[in-house]
């Protein structure tokens, strides 16, 4: 399903549900990265496993349809290129998680997350009626999430997950959070609104 389409930077974005012939592209963001980077984003290298085990997960978050789906993803293309991806694990109302990654390094830093994030949120809890709460878990160090989650307006509260959702290792995380009472705030133009939320 194609969620929305909008000009972004000069290029024609798409935002639309992860298909089979976009995971190449995801299995090799991950299968490519540089030592480096997977240390920055703190990702345990046993839970990412082989390129088999990021396909097959992978694979896994193509959504179905069917209401009790544990995990999804969504992807944004610019001009009919994969250019990013959105995960969410679903646990009970108050507890789902979301990761999103610009696997094009040339795409970062020009809004499109900041851009994109009141309109993905209405999305998210139209199309996920069993959502009330979404958390992103972030590391601290990780200046670009945490400027671009705190630039939209939320905050976060800083936690200690023994076993955090997705990939990284134990640690200290800062913990954002937005409820379904909040889609409408982060959808007025005001900045008011928004900080009402
Ligand atoms: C983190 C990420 C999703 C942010 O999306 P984005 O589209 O690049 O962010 P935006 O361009 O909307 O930036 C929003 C704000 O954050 C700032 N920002 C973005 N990346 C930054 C970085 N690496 N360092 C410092 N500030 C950064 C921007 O300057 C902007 O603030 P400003 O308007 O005050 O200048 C994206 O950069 C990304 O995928 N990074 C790699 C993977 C990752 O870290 N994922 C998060 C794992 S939890």
Redesign the pocket.
């Known amino acids: 399903m194609i969620y929305g389409q909008r000009e972004h930077d000069g290029h024609e974005l798409v935002l639309r549900d992860l298909e089979p012939a976009d995971i190449d592209a995801l299995v090799a963001y991950w299968v490519d990265a540089d030592p480096t980077y997977l240390d920055?984003?703190g990702v345990d290298r046993r839970k990412l496993g082989t390129a088999d085990d990021i396909r097959r997960r992978f694979a896994s978050l193509v959504r179905t349809g069917a209401p009790d789906q544990e995990r999804v993803a969504f992807v944004s293309t610019l001009d009919g290129v994969v250019t990013?991806y959105t995960n969410f694990h679903f646990v009970g109302p108050d507890e789902n998680y979301m990761?999103?990654?610009?696997?094009r390094?040339g795409?970062?830093?020009?809004?499109?997350?900041?851009?994109s994030f009141a309109n993905l949120m209405r999305i998210v809890f139209e199309q996920f009626p069993q959502v009330d709460k979404l958390l992103?878990?972030?590391?601290p160090h990780?200046?670009?999430?945490n400027?671009?989650l705190t630039?939209v307006g939320l905050t976060f509260e800083r936690r200690w997950y023994d076993e955090p959702d997705g990939l990284p290792e134990p640690g200290w995380f800062n913990v954002f959070t937005f409820t379904r009472q909040m889609v409408e705030a982060f959808l007025a133009p005001t900045r008011e609104a928004v900080t009402a939320g």
């Open positions: 920055f984003l990013s990761h999103a990654h610009i696997i390094a795409a970062r830093g020009k809004g499109l997350a900041s851009s992103f878990v972030t590391q990780n200046e670009g999430i400027r671009m630039k």
